[in-house]
C-alpha cells in the first residue's frame, strides 16, 4: 500500500510538472474613475476571472518547473462606462526575466495600452479561442484577445532572451491576433491607420525582416550582457553596448519606429547603473546612443558623466 501510494504522488507530481503553466500573473482591476452607482463586485468577480484565465491556461507547449515561470503584472485601469456593460481601460503590462547568478530580476517589458474596450457582464465566460478570436460579441471578446496577445509578445520576449529567436513563433501569434482581431465600433488599437504607436505596430515590427536587428538586441541585451553581468561586468557590459548598437543601425534605418520605445520603457534605471562603472569611453558612448534612442529618458542618462 505504501509503494503505491508513493507511486501515485510520484505520478502526480510528474503530471503537475509537465502540464505546468508558464505564466504567473498578477491582474489587478482598477475602478476609481467609475460612479459609485456601477456594483464594484463585478469588477472584483473579473479580476478573479482573468487572473484564472491568466494563469490557468497553458500558453505552450513547453514544460516549466514552478521556479521558471514568468512573473508578470497587468493592471486594468477601468477609466468610463460607455453604457450597455461596455468600459474604456488603460492596460499597464510589467513582465521580468531573472538574471543568471544572481536575484535580480531583470525588466523585460513595461508598457501601457490605453485603447481598450470590452464588454463584461458578472459571472460571463471568460474565453480565448486563437481559432476564432471574433467570437459572437467581439466587443466582449477584446479583452481576452489583448491579454492573449501581450502574454505571447511576453513569452515571444522571454524565449528570444534566451535564445536567439527563440520568441519567434510567439511574435507570430500575436500578429494572428491582430490579422483576426475583434471588429466593433468602439474597438480599436489592431489597426494601422489608428496609430503609429498601437498592437499593429507593435507585432509588425516584431514580424518584419527590416526589423530583424531587435531580436539580436534583445538576446545580446540579457543573454551576451545582464546574465554575465554579476560574473564579469566588462563583458556583460560589453553585450549590453552591442545590443546598444544592434539598436543604433537599426534606429538609422528606421527612425521613429514603435518597437525602440517599447524595447526602452522600464529599463533606463537599469541602463544607468550598469554604465555608472564603465570607463569613460564606454560610457560616454552609452550615454550618446541612449540619449538618441530613448528620448523620453534623455535627462536620466545624461546622468552618466
Known sequence: ?????????????????????????????????????????IFQTLQTALTNFI???KWTSDAFQANEKIQCNFLLNIDQELGNNV???KLTIQAARPVHSSTYDSPIINFMDDDVVFRYQEFQAIEFNENRIQGTDPV???????????????????????????????FQKAWNIVNNAPEARDVTGWKSFE??????????????????????????YYR?????????????????????????????????????QFFFQGKSSELVKVFSKANPEVKNRARDILTKLDITNSAVYKELK
Not at 145 to 170: E, T
Not at 232 to 253: H, K, Q
Open 140 to 170: 466582449a471578446s477584446n479583452l481576452t484577445a489583448v491579454l492573449a496577445y501581450y502574454i505571447n509578445i511576453i513569452l515571444g520576449f522571454d524565449y528570444g532572451s534566451f535564445s536567439l529567436r527563440g520568441g519567434d513563433n510567439y
Open 55 to 57: 494563469n490557468n491556461r
Open 1 to 41: 500500500m505504501l509503494k503505491k501510494s508513493l507511486f501515485i504522488f510520484l505520478f502526480s507530481v510528474i503530471i503537475t510538472t509537465v502540464h505546468a503553466q508558464e505564466i504567473q500573473a498578477r491582474l489587478t482591476v482598477i475602478t476609481s474613475k467609475i460612479s459609485t452607482q456601477v456594483n464594484k463586485n
Open 87 to 89: 468600459y474604456r481601460a
Open 195 to 220: 496609430s503609429l504607436r498601437n498592437r499593429y505596430w507593435l507585432a509588425e515590427n516584431l514580424n518584419n525582416n527590416r526589423f530583424a536587428l531587435v531580436h539580436d538586441a534583445l538576446y545580446s
Open 224 to 260: 551576451s550582457g545582464m546574465d554575465l553581468f554579476y560574473e564579469n561586468e566588462d563583458e556583460g557590459r560589453n553585450g549590453i553596448v552591442n545590443c546598444l548598437n544592434f539598436l543604433n543601425t537599426l534606429n538609422a534605418e528606421n527612425p521613429n519606429s514603435m518597437i525602440m
